[in-house]
């Protein structure tokens, strides 16, 4: 399967600002999706991000806030925006392992906004 | 819309106990269930999955499940848990044919040694 690389682990950021955070896939994948997990809460889907287009959002979740790239077939990044504690989550990069073979997911970063 | 429960939120057992899991989901058509796991400090990896075919199904490390379609449910189970089981598990479901998936709030599991 997918070995995926994302980074920052974690990051401590001030109120307002905002966070690239980036993942990377050792092999080329059409489909890449980003996930949140809010304290005490489950996985959430933010959007998927296909190379060549422009990300699918989900409900709830808008492009100006978390403005995604995916330049290739290997590589996106996931922008959290003008940050308030309520960002404050761990934000997971995942790739779809082929068909319905499940999620390979990365190791996630861990956001907390002071 | 599509939901996952997964009713136990924290389970402690001691080691040797017996494990299970409750999973159920909400939707009508046809789905694939998949549970992960997630080591302290680790990343989420996949535990075992249903897509069609026999309804128990076997996965890493001793964990089964198994698909009940008349309940909604696809539990999972472990005869005989060990220390190094401690983890969140989560439960989750896709509707076939979609890459959108619905995961359930995680169940944080700690085994005593």
């Known amino acids: 399967s997918a070995v995926i690389s994302q980074k920052p682990s974690r990051d401590i950021c001030q109120r307002g600002t905002s966070l690239t955070i980036q993942c990377q896939v050792d092999?080329?994948?059409?489909?890449m999706f980003w996930y949140r997990q809010q304290p005490g809460q489950s996985l959430t889907l933010i959007a998927t991000a296909n190379q060549g287009s422009e990300a699918t959002y989900e409900s709830g979740f808008v492009i100006d806030k978390f403005p995604i790239s995916r330049p290739n077939l290997t590589f996106s990044t996931l922008t959290v925006s003008n940050m308030s504690p309520e960002d404050s989550s761990i934000y997971l990069c995942s790739v779809a392992a082929g068909g319905n073979y499940g999620y390979t997911f990365g190791s996630g970063t861990r956001l907390t906004v002071v | 819309a599509q939901s996952v429960s997964q009713h136990n939120h924290h389970v402690i057992l001691s080691e040797a106990a017996s494990l299970e899991l409750g999973c159920n989901y909400s939707?009508?058509?046809?789905?694939?269930l998949f549970w992960y796991v997630q080591y302290p400090g680790q990343h989420l990896q996949l535990l075992l999955k249903y897509f069609s075919g026999d309804p128990l199904v076997k996965g890493i490390k001793g964990f089964e499940a198994e698909f009940i379609k008349s309940k909604f449910s696809f539990n999972l189970r472990k005869p005989s848990v060990q220390w190094s089981d401690t983890a969140e598990y989560f439960c989750?479901?896709?509707?076939?044919?979609?890459?959108?998936?619905?995961f359930g709030t995680g169940t944080r599991l700690k085994v005593l040694a």
């Open positions: 092999s080329q994948v059409t489909m």
């Open positions: 939707y009508g058509g046809t789905v694939n």
């Open positions: 989750a479901v896709n509707a076939q044919g979609t890459y959108k998936y619905i």
